[in-house]
């Protein structure tokens, strides 16, 4: 009987293991398929926000993890957070913007890259904007400084941690916004541009950045800790279009610097 039994048993095993270990074969592969894909997913997604400029962190693994963090936070805590909704915005204080001079902006608003930091839209094709456009958007900070020596510095963007220039007020104005004397991560800057995608980033009063938002030329910051008028402005199209996102970049100096251009 026992050697009856052994053989049973044997045959048993025989059959049963291999199906017990199939399960656990395919696990491994699914796990390592799961895994190869989130590493190369992450090795793309790393790569493209160096590419668009890091908002200010330092283009290394540390900073992308800091970033990754902030965008996971903002999934979790703030995920129905529209930043093209107006309404968080006050409309009363000061405003620079002739709400009936600006028009709204035509067509749908362009798609956003799907990160926190850095704020970014997803670049036009080549041929959408007209001719001089991107150019006069590229050197619009350097022409506005040498225009208004007397009000306006030139240097490498703090916010976006020196990858392209902005335009800050004098510190020395008498004028100058008391916002703007003590707000640390803001300083002094008014706007810069950002060569990856043509959009740009102005401190306007609250109320000219919710008539910027609610004309559809731009959005909110998406984080809570940066002053509200602190806002996103979409990349222009043609020429009227950079007619308009100038004159926001001016309602953005008398804002900060107290002096009107």
Known sequence: MDSVASTLAAQYHKVIDPLNARPRQAAVTTTAVAL??????????????????????????????????????????????DLCDPSPLSSSGPQYLDPAAIPTREGPRPAIMARTMPQRQVPYKAGTADAGVEERVRTMMASLAAKHPSILDLRPSKTEGGSTDAIYAKPALETLNDKARDNKLLGTEIAHAHPSDGSLHVWLSEADAKIVVEKGWGMRFPLKFIDKGWAMVYAPRTMAEADVVERIVRAGIAWVSGVEV
């Open 36 to 81: 190869t894909l989130s590493l190369a997913w992450v090795l793309k997604d790393f790569h493209a926000w160096r590419s668009f400029g890091t908002g200010g962190t330092p283009p290394t693994w540390a900073g992308y993890w800091r970033m990754t963090k902030i965008r996971l936070n903002r999934m979790l805590l703030f995920g129905k957070d």
